[in-house]
């Protein structure tokens, strides 16, 4: 059974906060101005924002390495361009990655007409180095009715995932109003989860959307939906 002290429950409005006017973020961990010695990681995750991204506004080239990106569309389009020479856009429901192994430089835009939301999550590759590399994937909703579907992974066996170069696994699902669903958590794993809408109950604490919460495993999570919710969830070590 799962006891309320090993839930850390991150209410929405508890969560960092940056509004540049075209970008209006909320960070769960430490990120850039906001700092908060408690929340500087989980596991392996080191970034978890909610960004609201402004129609026709986005993030000019920039750099990174060393980091595992995962960009979660949850409303509108993001479009996509790297010094690799990809460009791709990414819609509601749907996910890229990106290893910025040695470096890479990237471009984010909505180029749509209304604003864009997403989560951005950042997590530490399990080896440093390597060639960049970036990639995108549909995954439509439906398929992940009342189940969770692994849509990253670092893990061999997730063959419809997208590949990430991390000990760990990105999985999403949407649950109706009053269903449940759960998610073994192993012994050593973190697991940090929102729910992109609606409510959830975890062993009698509600979490509400753009909540967070984060758990450590050994431990069986079960995630009941007091409103209809689309939950996302990172399984790291």
């Known amino acids: 059974m799962l006891t309320r002290s090993r839930i850390d429950r991150r209410p929405f409005d508890s969560l960092g906060h ?3 006017g075209w970008l209006n973020a909320r960070h769960h961990f430490s990120f850039a101005n906001y700092y908060d010695p408690d929340r500087m990681g989980w596991g392996s995750i080191r970034v978890w924002n ?10 000019p080239p920039h750099p990174h390495r060393d980091m595992e990106i995962i ?4 409303t509108g389009a993001i479009t996509h361009q790297d010094s690799m020479g990809n460009t791709g856009r990414t819609g509601a429901g749907d996910v890229q990655v ?14 749509e007409s209304e604003t864009t939301t997403l989560f951005q999550i950042w997590i530490e590759p399990k080896r440093l ?16 009715a009342g189940q969770f579907v692994t849509l990253a992974s670092g893990f061999a066996e997730d063959v ?4 990430i170069r991390a000990d760990a696994r990105l999985l999403a ?26 409510v959830i109950e975890i062993d009698g604490q509600r979490i509400a959307a753009r ?9 069986t999570i079960t995630m009941t939906a007091i409103e209809e919710a689309e939950i996302v969830l990172v399984d790291s070590e």
């Open 98 to 111: 990106m290893s910025a192994g040695t470096g890479v430089r990237h471009s984010e835009y909505n180029l």
């Open 173 to 198: 699902a949407t649950v109706k109003a009053g269903e449940s669903i759960s998610h073994d958590l192993a012994d050593g794993r973190h697991a940090y989860l929102v729910p992109a809408t609606g």
């Open 18 to 20: 940056a509004d540049h």
């Open 160 to 163: 419809d995932a997208l590949p």
């Open 211 to 219: 909540d967070g919460a984060a758990l450590r495993g050994p431990v």
């Open 129 to 144: 180095g390597g060639s960049p590399s970036w990639g995108a994937k549909p995954f439509p909703k439906d398929g992940r």
């Open 71 to 74: 960009t979660y569309v949850r």
């Open 50 to 59: 909610d960004d609201e991204i402004a129609a026709n506004a986005g993030f």
